[in-house]
């Protein structure tokens, strides 16, 4: 049995295993450390349930944007902590405040990317900032379940892809809302897992927090920022990290990231948020390098949550055509590396072939760009690549 024809569609949200009556389906890690299914075939019954609920099976939905707008929260100083305006915590707070409760991604104690769930305004401060690695949600399906079934009001905040399964297994319970964002694609987990073990290598400290979007020179230089053990700080510049250089490179994102279903409003999420880019062309009385946050409200129940929040922040509104522009990845996927294959094949889960790869695959000299398209070419033609 499988559950999609080609697996380099899945997207690794894991509703597949945790739906599954039999236990039969595994999260494992593979290509890196990203999830994709594993069906034990003395379990499964081939019932399909599995395939029933996969957001990548089902028929993808058309939202018609009501209200497109450039929001700031007006705490200046917890704005500061989000990776845009505050949007999406403004929504928490709201949920939270009417006895409701939140799922989001924060970094659990060894600083992995996680969902989980809150019912408190302090908790959900560990939701806030872009974690830009993909997600574990293995553990929040239980918990997203449970408090839809105690009748709580929920609101999940997620990836499109993320919240395209939220919705496909529970988009019919009238308490849940979705937020998902404009989204460039999801790391590789087990890459970020060596670039924190690297960091704690060379500075010979261990790592107690990780910001990936610290905004001490402000929104649009944003750093990374890591705080130490022993109460120290260290600011990483996107340029000075391979891991960003990584991401600007394209190199390890998710396989379906490249090819993004959820792309064109193709969104199951009442609000879609983003890093209002280019706001400063458009708004330029909301542009204090602070941050400031794209809102996008495509359904009734959004814009009952967004109109809500609207007494206690700053908003503009735009026209949505300008989002689009500023926002390619509303409309199109990111471009598929052209040596990301070459990259995953010296690339072996361990630092010393993370560089090898980042060698061959980024940049350099002549020699190296010549060196790389004969490997490549090489590796194609007796099918290893
Ligand atoms: C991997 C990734 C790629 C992105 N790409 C773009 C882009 O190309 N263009 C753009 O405009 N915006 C992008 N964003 C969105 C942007 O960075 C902000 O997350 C968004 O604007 C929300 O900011 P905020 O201030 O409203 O939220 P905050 O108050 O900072 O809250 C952040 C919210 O994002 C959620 N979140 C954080 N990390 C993850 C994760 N790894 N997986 C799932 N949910 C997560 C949290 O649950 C939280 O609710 C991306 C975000 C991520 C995580």
Redesign the pocket.
Known sequence: MKILDNEKQCVGCGLCAWVCDKNAITMRAAEGGFLYPQIDAEKCVSCQKCRSFCPVVKERKKVEPQECYA?N?NRDER?R??????????F?EETIGRGGM?????LDENLQ?V?DTADSIES?DL?????????DMSAAWGKISSSLSNGKELLV???PC?MAAVNSRFGKNDNLTT?D???????DPQIFEIYKADIEKESGKKIKEFY??DKTNGWKKSNIKVVFTDGTQQIITRKDSYYFKLFGGNLYFRECCYNCRFKKFNTYADIT?????GIEKIHPELDDDS?C??VIVNTDKGKALADSVKGRCKVASTPLDFAVQT?P?LEKSINRAKYRDLFFHIYKGDEKSLKKAMKLCMGGSVVRKIKRVLYSKALSAIGKI
Do not use: E, M, N
Request: with cysteine; net charge positive.
């Open positions: 929001l929260d704005r902590k989000s990776a845009s305006g505050g949007a999406a915590t403004l928490f939140v799922c989001g991604c924060r990317a969902h959900i939701f806030r900032d872009s974690k830009y690695v993909q997600s905040c997620g990836t993320q937020v964002f404009v989204c460039s694609g999801v790391p990936f979007r948020v983003g890093d209002y880019w941050g946050s794209l926002h990845k």
